[in-house]
């Protein structure tokens, strides 16, 4: 087989898409400027490994997504993470595999189903789930659907037969030095390969940073691994209200540069960006429209899925479910799937996300024996957020106790005062002790999503999202079609 390669100067940066005929031997790729091409390969992101050779379909850690010539057929690999993913559909004699479900549906030409009114659900659903299921789907306005292909590479054949393959797993860690050489190997590793000179495009490290653990743990490992500037948002939602949650104090210990950004000047943009952010229409993720300007050609580090992976849930030793320390990315508890919209905001802002404590996330067994260890219990302080690892790379790096993992805070302002009061203060805490794990996955046993305020109003802002998105892909593929037409007739 063979690729074809055809530049859409006015896609994303970093989108493709790749559309493959049953029994024909040419692939098109259809791409964005920022998209790397070679003969036998493409790709967007930094993998663990040399950049020459281009074997990020080998990689353990992969921030991004690619395809290559493989065997009699062509295989894509996605990230190793399950923030993204890769989308495919096949209609009749055709299969289409694209980074982006906007564009996959627009050059497809298929629509998702107006009607339906759980899309939105049907995600969280996915997500917390991790890969344990691999068969996912999203049904359209016809008979056909989109699969959903998480934390895998996919190989084709010719005959348009797909088998999945997963990434590979690597021995689990021994102990807690055993895992921080890993994680800070495979950081040092990821931004060796993003800033490599044989690039086109090449991506300095830029860290998110908070009063978090996850943040903070992740900063300072990609301190270490020579990364040395920060973001932060001034502020968070907390148990005391819209409160202090900047990264500034921390920076100075880890010798980064940090630019500091508030997340109410969303709301003062001359138009609202929602639509790019489908996947959780009004999450989280949407305020990171405010650090586009800074973050076009990084790599962004972020402390996702700490809270799947480091949390010391003590209930854990009484036989309860919790959200930590699940084989497969398994979140069963978890409502909100912040980190999992910003995919369309990432290609066509230009930049890669890196989730680092993804990595070796598959041996969650191995790292939550480490989490309970006694020889972790000098950096416990107990209580419901406990994050042992965390504090203790954090510490070991210079950062004062005091200075992170006090209380827990995210996302931006609620309702009502900046400053809650105490009767404020106590509705928040007993709407807190909901998402106790245990009772969460309880409720959700019984009674599914029906108390999900989604399950009521319905999520048809995801199809409107989608819906957007698709027009500027079209618009991007009509753009280039007139463009060659008018080049053919001026020859």
Known sequence: MRLEFELIPNLP??????RLRKEERAVQ???????ETREDCFFEGA???PFTGYRFDQAGTFAGSGGRLADEGVLFAGPSHIYERLYSIRTGDELYVSNSLAFLLALSGEKLDPNYPHYYLRFL???????????????LAGPRAVELHDCCNLAILPNLTISRLEKPLGRPPADYGDYVSFLAHTAEQVLANARDPGRRWAYRPVTSLSQGYDTTAVSALAAKAGCSEAVSFRKSN?????EDDSGSRIAPYLGLRITEYERTDYQKLPHSRDDEFYIEPGGIDRSLVLMEKQLVGSILLTGRFGEGLWARERWRRWGLPGDSGNPL???????????????EFRLRTGF?????????ALHAQAIRAITESAAMDPWSVGGAYDRPIARRIAEEAGVPRHLFGQIKKGGPRGRGRERRSWVGRTAYLLWRKTYWPPLRVLILRVSGHRLNPAWRKG??????????TMQAYTLAITAKSKSAVCGHRQQ
């Open 13 to 18: 940066r970093l989108a493709w898409a790749a």
């Open 352 to 360: 890669i996300d890196f989730p680092l404590i993804c990595s070796g």
């Open 47 to 49: 993998w663990d490994g």
């Open 29 to 35: 790729i259809l791409h964005g400027p920022w998209v």
């Open 125 to 139: 659903d996915y997500n917390r789930i991790g890969i344990r299921v691999k068969e996912k789907r999203l049904r």
């Open 329 to 343: 990315f398994e979140v069963p508890a978890r409502q909100k799937i912040g980190g999992c919209a910003i995919g």
């Open 238 to 242: 907390g148990i005391s209200g819209y």
């Open 459 to 468: 999520s048809f802002a995801v199809q409107r999202g989608v819906e957007r």
